[in-house]
C-alpha cells in the first residue's frame, strides 16, 4: 500500500518545491546555499538584507514584464 | 509508447483538428460553440509544438543539450542562477503574458471571430512562438545578452541605435494605450475606481510584510494580498452604496489620467520592494489564477459565439477602430500572435536561468503557445457577448453619441440589435451606472468574464465578478506601467549618459527624478491626448502601439535571421524571414493607411485637416472647440511617429539584408559573437595550463 502511495507523495513535494522556487519564496535559502559553497568562510547577509538586494536586483536588470 | 502508437494519437489529433477547423470555416449563418475555437487550437499548438518546433530545434538551431549555458558558465546567484526548466517556464511565461493579449483580440472582435482567431493561430505558431525561440536561442549564446547589444554586435551600430531608440518609444506608447484602458474602465465607476485605489495600499501593506514583519515569506505576503485584493472588491461595491463616500471615487477620464501620472511617478521612485515588487507578485498571482479559472470556465460552459464569423466593418469602417481587416487586424492583435515586446525578456532574465540547452523549445515556443491560448479566450469572451452589446459598450461616444436611445438605435441600425433597457439592465446587474462607451476592451472584456464566471460557477453574483475582472486587469496594467516607466527610465539614463556621465549613474537622485519625469511625461502627453478626443483614444493609441509592437518584432526578427545567415543556416533563413517579410508587409501598409489615407478616422492628417476646417468653419460646440488646436497639435505628432517607427523598420531590415547579401555573395561580415562552448573553453584552459 506505501509503496503504491510513496512515489506520488514524492512527486508532489517535488512539485511544491519547484513551486516555491518559481514564486521566490525559498530564495532566501537557495541564498545561503550558494554563498556556502562559493563563498564559504564569509558571513551571509542576514535575510532582511538579502531579500531586499534580491527584490531592488529584479526590477533593475532589464525587462521582466510586458505587454 | 511505441512509435506505431504515437503516430497514431497524431494522426488523430491532426484530423481532429482539420475537422474542427472544417466546422468553423463551414459554420455560416448559425453560431458555433466555444469549444470548436478551443478544441482546434489546442491541436493546432499540440502539432506545432510536437514537430514544427522540435524540427527549428534540431535542423535549424542544432541544440546542444551538453552545452554549457551562461547559467552554468557564469554562475552567480545573483542574476545568472541555473534553473529547472518548469520554473523557468513559469518565470517566462509570467514575464511575456500581460495584458496585451487580452485588450487586442477584444478590440479586433469588431471584424467578427474569424479573422483574429486565424490571425492568432498562424501567427503564433509561425512567427510569434518562432521569434521568441530563436531569440532566446541567439541570447543563450551569447551570454545573455539584450536584443539592442545583439543588433550592435552582429549587424552594426545603425541597427544596434534603431533596436534602443525603438524600445524607448514603443514603451511610452504602450503605457500609454493600456492606461488609457484602466481609465475608461474607472471613469465615473466609484466601485472599480474604489476596487483599484485599494490596490495600491494593499502592495505596500504586503511590501512592509514581506520586508520588516516576515522577510522574504513570498508565498504567505502574498497569499494575505490576494485575500484582502478580494475584499476590496466586495469592499468597493459597498462603498458605492454610501452617498457621501462614493462621490470620492466618482471622477472623469481627464482627472483618472492625472492620478495615474502622479502613480506612475511615485511608483518609479519609491523603493521597488515597497511597491513594485509585492504588487509584481500580486499580479503575477492573480494573473495565472483568473487566466487558469477561465480556461477552466470556458469549457465547462462552452458559449456559443454570437458574433458572426465576418463583419461588414472588414470595409474599414469599424465603430472600434477604423481601417480595413487587412492590415489592420494584424497590428491590433500583436501580442497573442506576434509580439516583439517577447524578444526583449527573451534576450534577458530567461537567457541567465536555462541550465541547459535543451529546454529552449518549452520555455521560447511553449510560453508564446500559452500565451496566445490566452488570446483565444479573450476572443471567446468578446464573442459570446450580444454583439450589441460588445459595439455599444466599446463604441466611442463621438461616434454614438451619449443618449442611451439614440446610441442603441444607430448599432441597430449597423445590424445588431440593442436597446437601451437592455443596457440598462445590463449596468443595474454589473454594478455601474453605464456601460455605454466604455471603450479600450477591458470593460467588455469584464462583462464576458463575469457572465462566464456566474454562469460556469453558479450564482448570481455578477456586479462581484465584473469588478473581480476589471480589478485584475487593472492591476496587472499598472504593473505593466510601472515596470515600464521603470525600464523606460533606465533606458533614458542611458541614452542621457552618454551626453552627460552623471546623468546615466541609476542610482543618483537628480537623475532617477529628471529621467521618471521625463518618462512619465512622455506617456501621459499620449494618455491625456487620448482621454480628451472624443473619437479617438483606441483609434489612435492601439494602432499606433500595434505598428511599434509588429516593429519591435521585425527588429527582433531581422536580428534573428541575420545571426541564422552568419552561422551558416542560410538555407534556413526563411524560418524567421517569412514571419519577417509579413510584419514588414503589415507594418508598412498599416503605417501608410495612418499617415496617408484620406478618411479622417484613419489617416492622422487627415484626421488634423477635418479637425481643423470643423474648427474654422464654427461647427465645433464650444467645449470641443476649447481643445481641438491641442487635438490637431497631438495627430500631427501622431502622423510623424508613424512616420518614424516605419523608417526605424526599413533601417534595420535593409542593414540585415545588406549583411545576409554578404554572406550569400562570400564577402566578409561582423564576426559572429556566440561565446565559445564549454568543451572549447576547457581546451583553451587546457593549452595554458
Not at chain 1, 558571513?43 to 514584464?65: K, T
Request: hydrophobic share 55%; proline share 6%; charged share 10%.
Amino acid at each position: 500500500m506505501t509503496a503504491g502511495i510513496r512515489p506520488g507523495l514524492d512527486r508532489l513535494r517535488q512539485a511544491w518545491a519547484l513551486f516555491r522556487q518559481w514564486s521566490g519564496d525559498d530564495a532566501y535559502e537557495r541564498y545561503l546555499a550558494h554563498h556556502h559553497a562559493a563563498h564559504p568562510g564569509q558571513a551571509p547577509l542576514s535575510r532582511r538584507a538579502f531579500i531586499r538586494r534580491h527584490h531592488h536586483e529584479r526590477f533593475s536588470s532589464g525587462v521582466n514584464r510586458c505587454c | 509508447m511505441s512509435l506505431r502508437l504515437s503516430s497514431l494519437l497524431w494522426v488523430a489529433v491532426a484530423v481532429l483538428g482539420a475537422f474542427m477547423l472544417g466546422g468553423i470555416a463551414l459554420h455560416r449563418g448559425e453560431s458555433i460553440d466555444a469549444l470548436w475555437l478551443i478544441v482546434a487550437a489546442v491541436c493546432i499548438y499540440a502539432l506545432a509544438y510536437r514537430f514544427y518546433a522540435a524540427w527549428i530545434a534540431a535542423r535549424v538551431l542544432a541544440l546542444d543539450a551538453g552545452r554549457a549555458t551562461p547559467a552554468v558558465r557564469l554562475a552567480n546567484g545573483r542574476d545568472f542562477v541555473p534553473t529547472h526548466r518548469w520554473v523557468v517556464f513559469g518565470h517566462h511565461f509570467a514575464a511575456i503574458a500581460g495584458p496585451g493579449p487580452l485588450v487586442g483580440p477584444t478590440l479586433a472582435a469588431q471584424f467578427g471571430y474569424l479573422p483574429g482567431t486565424l490571425w492568432i493561430l498562424i501567427g503564433a505558431v509561425l512567427g510569434g512562438c518562432v521569434q521568441d525561440m530563436v531569440i532566446l536561442f541567439c541570447s543563450l549564446r551569447r551570454d545573455g545578452r539584450g536584443l539592442g547589444q545583439m543588433a550592435r554586435d552582429e549587424l552594426g551600430p545603425i541597427a544596434g541605435s534603431a533596436a534602443l531608440i525603438g524600445t524607448f518609444m514603443i514603451l511610452v506608447v504602450l503605457i500609454s494605450a493600456l492606461g488609457l484602458t484602466v481609465v475608461n474602465a474607472m471613469k465615473h465607476s466609484p466601485w472599480a475606481t474604489a476596487t483599484v485605489a485599494a490596490t495600491i495600499p494593499i502592495a505596500m501593506l504586503i511590501g512592509l510584510y514581506m520586508h520588516q514583519l516576515r522577510p522574504g515569506r513570498v508565498l504567505e505576503g502574498t497569499l494575505i494580498g490576494l485575500a484582502l485584493l478580494l475584499f476590496a472588491t466586495v469592499g468597493g461595491g459597498w462603498i458605492d452604496t454610501l452617498p457621501g463616500v462614493r462621490t470620492w471615487f466618482d471622477w472623469d477620464g481627464a482627472s483618472l489620467a492625472w492620478m495615474i501620472m502622479v502613480y506612475g511617478f511615485a511608483a518609479a521612485i519609491l523603493p521597488v520592494w515597497l511597491l513594485l515588487a509585492p504588487r509584481d507578485y500580486l499580479s503575477t498571482f492573480l494573473k495565472l489564477g483568473t487566466v487558469f479559472l477561465l480556461a477552466i470556465a470556458l469549457v465547462v460552459l462552452n458559449p456559443p459565439l454570437k458574433m458572426p464569423a465576418v463583419t461588414p466593418f472588414i470595409d474599414g469602417s469599424g465603430p472600434i477602430f477604423a481601417g480595413p481587416v487587412f492590415p489592420f487586424v494584424f497590428i491590433t492583435i500583436a501580442c497573442g500572435a506576434v509580439s516583439g515586446f517577447h524578444a526583449l525578456v527573451a534576450s534577458g532574465t530567461t537567457p541567465k536561468l536555462l541550465d541547459s540547452e535543451a529546454p529552449v523549445p518549452l520555455v521560447g515556443y511553449g510560453s508564446m503557445i500559452l500565451e496566445s491560448f490566452v488570446a483565444i479566450m479573450a476572443l471567446v469572451a468578446a464573442t459570446m457577448l450580444d454583439p450589441g452589446v460588445y459595439f455599444a459598450i466599446n463604441s466611442p461616444a463621438g461616434l454614438i453619441g451619449t443618449d442611451p436611445v439614440q446610441a442603441t438605435a444607430i448599432i441597430t441600425g449597423w445590424g445588431y440589435p440593442v436597446s437601451a433597457a437592455q443596457m440598462a439592465e445590463l449596468a443595474r446587474e454589473m454594478g455601474e451606472t453605464s456601460l455605454f462607451s466604455r471603450t479600450g476592451g477591458a470593460p467588455s472584456l469584464a462583462v464576458g468574464m463575469a457572465s462566464i464566471f456566474s454562469s460556469a460557477f453558479g450564482e448570481r453574483m455578477l456586479a462581484v465578478w465584473y469588478h473581480f475582472a476589471i480589478m485584475f486587469e487593472a492591476v496587472f496594467i499598472l504593473t505593466t506601467l510601472d515596470a515600464g516607466t521603470r525600464v523606460g527610465r533606465f533606458l533614458l539614463q542611458d541614452l542621457l549618459g552618454t551626453l552627460w556621465a552623471p546623468l546615466g549613474r541609476t542610482s543618483w537622485t537628480p537623475s532617477v527624478l529628471l529621467s521618471s519625469l521625463l518618462v512619465v511625461a512622455a506617456w501621459g502627453y499620449f494618455l491625456r491626448m487620448g482621454v480628451l478626443d472624443p473619437n479617438g483614444g483606441v483609434n489612435i493609441l492601439w494602432p499606433l502601439f500595434g505598428i511599434s509592437n509588429q516593429m519591435l518584432a521585425a527588429i527582433a526578427l531581422s536580428v534573428a535571421t541575420g545571426i541564422l545567415a552568419k552561422s551558416g543556416r542560410l538555407r534556413y533563413a526563411w524560418v524567421t524571414g517569412l514571419p519577417l517579410l509579413w510584419l514588414i508587409i503589415v507594418t508598412t501598409t498599416a503605417a501608410a493607411y495612418k499617415v496617408l489615407s484620406a478618411d479622417p478616422r484613419i489617416g492622422f492628417f487627415a484626421g488634423a485637416r477635418d479637425l481643423a476646417e470643423r474648427l474654422a468653419s464654427g461647427a465645433l460646440p464650444p467645449e470641443k472647440a476649447a481643445v481641438a488646436p491641442q487635438l490637431i497639435f497631438n495627430l500631427h505628432v501622431d502622423g510623424w511617429l508613424t512616420v518614424f517607427f516605419a523608417a526605424l523598420l526599413w533601417i534595420i531590415v535593409l542593414d540585415m539584408a545588406y549583411t545576409v547579401w554578404r554572406v550569400a555573395a562570400g564577402r566578409p561580415v561582423l564576426p559572429l559573437r556566440e561565446s565559445a562552448a564549454a568543451s572549447d573553453l576547457d581546451l583553451a584552459q587546457g593549452e595554458r595550463a
